[in-house]
Nanobody, 124 residues
Framework: QVQLVESGGGLVQDGGSLRLSCAIS????????VGWFRQAPGKEREFVAT????????VYAESVKDRFTGARDKAKNMVYLQMDSLKPDDTAVYYC?????????????????WGRGTQVTVSS
C-alpha cells in the first residue's frame, strides 16, 4: 500500500505562484509514476503532470506546460508541483496519485493510489 498527502494549496491572485507538496509513505519502492491531477467544480478530473519516480522525467498537460514544474525528492519521499503564472482557470482541487505498474502516464484510471486533495483558488 501507498499513502499520499497533499499540501500547499491556498488562495492566490492571478499571476501568482504556489508550490504543492505530496508526501508519500508506505511501499515507495514499488512506485513508477507520481501524477498530479485537478478537478474543478462541475468538471471531470484532469491530468496536470506526471513524474517518473526513478527517472525524474516529467510530462505536462498542454494547459500548464511552461508554467508548472514537477520535481521529486526520493530521499524525502516527496513530490512537488511548482505552479507559476497562475490563472483563474487553474482553480481546482489538486490531487497527487501513484502508479506502480509503469503505464499510467496521463490516464487517471490507471493510478490506484490517491491523496485527498488540496484546494487551489486563483482570484482575478
Amino acid at each position: 500500500q501507498v499513502q499520499l498527502v497533499e499540501s500547499g494549496g491556498g488562495l492566490v491572485q492571478d499571476g501568482g505562484s504556489l508550490r504543492l507538496s505530496c508526501a508519500i509513505s508506505g511501499r515507495t519502492f514499488i512506485l513508477q509514476f507520481v501524477g498530479w491531477f485537478r478537478q474543478a467544480p462541475g468538471k471531470e478530473r484532469e491530468f496536470v503532470a506526471t513524474i517518473g519516480w526513478n527517472t525524474g522525467t516529467t510530462v505536462y498537460a498542454e494547459s500548464v506546460k511552461d508554467r508548472f514544474t514537477g520535481a521529486r525528492d526520493k530521499a524525502k519521499n516527496m513530490v512537488y508541483l511548482q505552479m507559476d503564472s497562475l490563472k483563474p482557470d487553474d482553480t481546482a482541487v489538486y490531487y497527487c496519485a501513484a502508479d506502480y505498474v509503469g503505464v499510467a502516464y496521463a490516464h487517471k484510471e490507471r493510478y490506484p493510489y490517491w491523496g485527498r486533495g488540496t484546494q487551489v483558488t486563483v482570484s482575478s
